[in-house]
Structure formats: structure tokens, C-alpha cells
């Protein structure tokens, strides 16, 4: 009993130390579109009764293929689970009446019948037919393969259009193929963020008898390193959240500490994030949270996004150090030495580089 309930013990922790990035996760749609080829037959059937397709916008109806936007929905480029929404519609106007076919939505999850409209005012499955998913990029696609109409989607099409000749279940209204991208890249647990400071910062830490040190996991010499814990990166990195684990400790010799934790890269705000620790306290703040040690730009930089190995790549990016940073520095490693004014905010304080894994 013991010995079983040590191994629940065990278990447990291990999942709840397990970092969240390496589970798949749903990622938000960012753009895309699901291309509709109708088929040949339905089209023939519609001439026949003199139904004439055309398109709303922002659809798109060119040869036979309707091109609906995606504007929503979310997805798991690891395992083809998705839900995406789209705008536009497919008109179908008879001299006795008309049906739009809008709000588009595809729904991996419904295996028989992964595609849903508004058909003539009410949500409806499109019909029934298999899909399939594959990788792409940074996103997926999915193609469902002929697709038969749904019994309720054929019997408005024949009522509201007044057809002579019907349609039925047997009429395969053609063929689709989705693919979106995500808004932002979730990114695995894997890699190192490399941290370079800048040598005038040094300089001036070692002017005033500071050693930096890493905090495990980081790793020195040359670089510092952190680990990637995971996030959400654009893959301009115009946005999201960069997590990473490891930190420095600047320690000064008979002074006073600061230590730098599990920063993070917040490309959204421009800033450098990590957990704060002034000792000793008092008469230092102690524990201070997250603080913004140094400001992140991106000019000059140069920013790689491969879809095909689904890496967001940085090299270089600037780090200028932030204000209050500049404070508590001369607070507690120059005032001591009745020095002032040694750290500047918007000096140099050092480059950062990586290569993130999405998902």
C-alpha cells in the first residue's frame, strides 16, 4: 500500500512539473479560407433548372470554385481538431426564387459531415463526406472529398428554388479544402534564449565589484542561456509572449544582491520581464515580482519564420535598460561606494537571440 501510494505521489508531481508547452494547444485562426470546387454534375444541375451562382463578398466565385475567408475559430495543427468560421456567400437565384448559402463553417470534428451553412435561413449541415488532415506550415489543412448533399439542404434548394429537375442526396455538391494559419505560433518547450551583455554594462557592474552569475537552469560561460518554457509568438514577432526559465544574480562583493528570474519576452509590449529579487531586505525591496529590467527592440534584428520547420527565429535583438532598473542598481551597487548616476535608463544592456519551436 505504501509502496503504491509513494508511486501516486511520484506520478502526480511529475504532471504537475510537467511544463504546459509540451501538450498540443488550440491556437487562435489568424487567416485563411476554405476553397469550395463545386462539382461538375451540380453545376450542370443547376444550369439545367436555370439557377445562376454568383457570390456575396467577400467570397470569391471563379470557374466553379467558391472562395470563402475564414474570420474565426480555433484549431490544433497537431491534430486536425478545428473549428473555423467564414464570411461571405454562394447565392443561387432561380427566376422563382433564391437560397444563399453563408456563415460557412467547418467543423473537423464532425466526422460525417465536417461542413455547416445557413441555408436559407437556418444552420444546416452541407451533406455528408470524409475528411482529412495534413500540416501546413505553421497551420493545417483539410479537405473533405465529395461531399453529398444533406436531405434538408436538397429539399430547400428544390422548394425555394421551384427545380424541375431535383436534387437529392446523391448530389454531390463538389469538394473543399480549408487552410488557415495562426495568429500566433504556440511555442514548445524546447531551445535556449541566448543573452549577451552588452560591455560597457559590464564594464561598469565590474568597476563597482559586481560579479553576474547564472540561476540554474541558465548556463554561462559565453553566453548567457535560458530555457524556453514556451508562449505565443507571432511569427513576425510583432506580438506575444516569449516564457523562459534560468536567471543572473548580480552579487556584489560585501554589498548588496539582485537577482533576475524567469524572464520574459514580451514582444507585444517591447519589454524584458523578469522576476525580481533585491536582498538584502530590508533595507531593499526584497521580492519584487515582475519588473521590466530592459526594453526589447526589434530594428536591425533580424526575424526568420520557417513554416517548413516551423521555427520563429531572432538574432540580436537590442535590450536597453528600463528606469527603475537604472535605479535600483545605483541604489544598491553604487550609492554604497558613495557613487552615482553609474547606470543610465536607455544604455546598452545587452542582445538577445534564440530559435523557438512552434507546435
Not at 466553379?64 to 490544433?76: I, L, W
Request: net charge positive.
Amino acid at each position: 500500500m505504501k509502496r503504491l501510494l509513494a508511486w501516486s505521489l511520484c506520478l502526480i508531481a511529475l504532471a504537475a512539473s510537467a511544463p504546459a508547452a509540451a501538450l498540443a494547444t488550440y491556437d487562435d485562426v489568424g487567416s485563411g479560407s476554405t476553397r469550395l470546387v463545386l462539382d461538375k454534375g451540380f453545376v450542370s444541375l443547376m444550369q439545367r433548372n436555370g439557377v445562376k451562382l454568383s457570390v456575396r463578398a467577400p467570397a470569391k466565385l471563379k470557374k466553379g470554385v467558391v472562395t470563402f475567408p475564414a474570420v474565426r475559430g480555433k484549431f490544433d495543427p497537431t491534430t486536425g481538431k478545428a473549428t473555423v468560421d467564414h464570411d461571405g456567400a454562394l447565392i443561387l437565384k432561380s427566376k422563382r426564387g433564391f437560397v444563399s448559402l453563408k456563415s460557412l463553417q467547418v467543423k473537423t470534428t464532425r466526422k460525417s459531415a465536417p461542413l455547416a451553412a445557413k441555408v436559407a435561413g437556418g444552420q444546416l449541415k452541407l451533406g455528408s463526406g470524409k475528411g482529412s488532415f495534413a500540416r501546413f506550415g505553421f497551420g493545417m489543412k483539410y479537405t473533405v472529398r465529395a461531399i453529398r448533399l444533406a436531405p434538408k439542404v436538397a429539399a430547400r434548394l428544390n422548394k425555394r428554388l421551384h427545380l424541375e429537375t431535383l436534387a437529392g442526396p446523391s448530389t454531390v455538391l463538389g469538394s473543399a479544402t480549408s487552410a488557415v494559419e495562426p495568429q500566433a505560433v504556440s511555442v514548445l518547450g524546447q531551445g535556449r534564449v541566448s543573452l549577451d551583455l552588452d560591455p560597457g554594462f559590464l564594464a561598469k557592474l565590474d568597476q563597482l565589484h559586481v560579479a553576474v552569475n547564472p540561476v540554474f537552469p541558465a548556463e554561462h560561460p559565453g553566453s548567457f542561456t535560458f530555457t524556453i518554457f514556451g508562449g505565443r509568438l507571432a511569427p513576425d514577432l510583432s506580438g506575444g509572449p516569449l516564457d523562459t526559465r534560468g536567471g543572473l544574480e548580480l552579487l556584489q562583493l560585501g554589498g548588496g544582491k539582485v537577482t533576475w528570474t524567469d524572464p520574459r519576452l514580451d514582444f507585444g509590449a517591447g519589454n524584458f520581464e523578469p522576476e525580481a529579487d533585491v536582498e538584502p531586505a530590508p533595507p531593499y525591496a526584497g521580492k519584487m515580482g515582475p519588473v521590466l529590467v530592459a526594453a526589447l527592440g526589434l530594428a536591425g534584428a533580424p526575424v526568420t519564420a520557417d513554416p517548413r520547420r516551423r521555427t520563429v527565429s531572432l538574432q540580436g535583438g537590442s535590450l536597453t535598460l528600463g528606469e527603475a532598473t537604472a535605479a535600483t542598481l545605483n541604489e544598491v551597487f553604487a550609492k554604497p561606494q558613495e557613487k552615482d548616476g553609474i547606470f543610465v535608463a536607455g544604455e546598452p544592456f545587452g542582445a538577445i537571440s534564440f530559435t523557438a519551436q512552434g507546435q
